[in-house]
């Protein structure tokens, strides 16, 4: 009997996909904290887990959903403990389109009680709503679909057109580059396959195979363009506009075409104002790229916030050596280039390099705020200030740095 087949992502979550929970979950755990006790703040955080899946995969390793609701429960009780009884909520909205994953996904769920609410259906069925009704309230929308499809560019703006809101999505960059190959052979080649179904000469076979493979040539080509059709679809969901074409078909086929479309994914995010970008490629352990990380935030320490949690992902997750090595390359950044945006930032003053109060600069939080640069680059970077004769203190802490004048 034929039938739907079956999702193995839940049989036994692999090795990239617990780093990126483990991303999800270093993020998520600073960033409520500081969102609950800066200056002002409120006391509520809204959490989204809009392709929530069944919360935990066949061995109990848990997924996103129960991932948020335990960091909700903890740190809940861990600030009415330090902050003499202060009373904070942070909920979680679990959303799940797939009947038989939302039943599961709902009793998995069932411990964390109105902390936790699950919904069946899709996000840009509840967005409203919830938008609606939170408007004040810090959002974060984790967004982790399969592949492309699934991404919205018109929900992702409503959810960054508030000030306070951020989003952390999975781009396929593979799969979009699988639907742009589709349209381009649709686009190249046109109607050429019809005439590679006829016989190479009039006279072989007779009418009648002539006509036959003419069909055959009608049916493929019908086939073709609505498979075509399909891909651009979702490729202009996701980038609101059909622009991503001509921009990625000037770009010659290879790794500078993925990084193309990861760059004008992070241009749709920037646009909605959350200029804090920020991408992380997640490498499988079978050294294949499976997909790329990608935040966006209002707020410059949401950026280093996230940065510092990958650093965190990379030394604690399983995948072997080798991947860990290709995140960390694809994360690397021209130095020589951050040197000069951080002396002009800093051009005529005496800057410490790491910073021992909040709101005191920092070489390293602006590196981290404001460049592309990661953790794990920072020893390299104090190494080329210190060679380019920056540092101000010899072998003292803390660290200062002197930046000559403009």
């Not at 909920?91 to 009947?99: G, S, T, W």
């Not at 080509?221 to 399909?230: L, P, Q, Y």
Request: glycine share 8%; aromatic share 6%.
């Amino acid at each position: 009997m034929g039938g739907k087949p079956k999702d193995r992502h839940f049989e036994d979550f692999r090795p990239h996909t617990r780093f990126k929970h483990l991303v999800l979950r270093h993020y998520i755990e600073a960033w409520t904290r500081k969102l609950l006790l800066r200056a002002g703040a409120g006391d509520e955080v809204l959490l989204v887990d809009a392709f929530a899946g069944v919360g935990m995969d066949e061995q109990g390793r848990h997924g996103s959903p129960i991932i948020l609701a335990r960091i909700a429960a903890d740190a809940e009780s861990q600030l009415r403990q330090q902050h003499h009884g202060r009373e904070c909520h942070i909920r979680l909205v679990a959303i799940e389109k797939d009947a038989r994953k939302y039943a599961q996904l709902k009793a998995n769920l069932e411990p964390f009680g109105e902390r936790a609410h699950v919904r069946h259906g899709t996000l840009a069925h509840y967005l409203p709503e919830l938008l609606a009704r939170e408007p004040a309230v810090p959002t974060i929308a984790f967004l982790d679909p399969c592949g492309v499809d699934g991404l919205d560019a018109s929900l992702v703006r409503q959810i960054l057109a508030l000030p306070r809101n951020e989003v952390l999505a999975r781009f396929s960059d593979e799969g979009a580059l699988r639907h742009f190959g589709v349209v381009s052979a649709e686009r190249l080649h046109g109607s050429a396959e019809a005439e590679d179904d006829l016989p190479l000469f009039a006279h072989t076979g007779g009418p009648a195979i002539t006509k036959d493979a003419q069909a055959k040539a009608e049916r493929r080509k019908v086939s073709r363009e609505v498979t075509a059709a399909r891909a651009r679809a979702i490729l202009c969901n996701a980038f609101g506009g059909d622009y991503w074409e001509a921009v990625i078909s000037g770009v010659p086929s290879g790794p500078g075409r993925r990084r193309r479309f990861v760059a004008l994914y992070r241009d749709l995010l920037a646009e909605t104002g959350a200029r804090y970008t920020t991408a992380v490629p997640v490498w499988d352990d079978g050294q294949q790229l499976d997909a790329t990380l990608i935040h966006a935030s209002r707020s410059p320490y949401g950026r280093s916030t996230l940065k510092e949690a990958v650093e965190r992902a990379i030394k604690q997750c399983e995948l072997p050596p080798q991947a860990k090595a290709l995140i960390q390359l694809d994360l690397r950044t021209d130095l020589d280039e951050v040197v000069r945006s951080t002396g002009a930032q800093f051009a005529g003053q005496t800057i410490a390099w790491v910073d021992k109060e909040a709101g005191v600069p920092s070489v390293r939080r602006f590196v981290l705020q404001e460049t592309e640069v990661f953790v794990h680059q920072l020893r390299d970077l104090k190494r080329k200030l210190k060679d380019a004769g920056l540092f101000a203190s010899r072998g003292k802490e803390p660290i200062l740095l002197r930046f000559p004048p403009n």
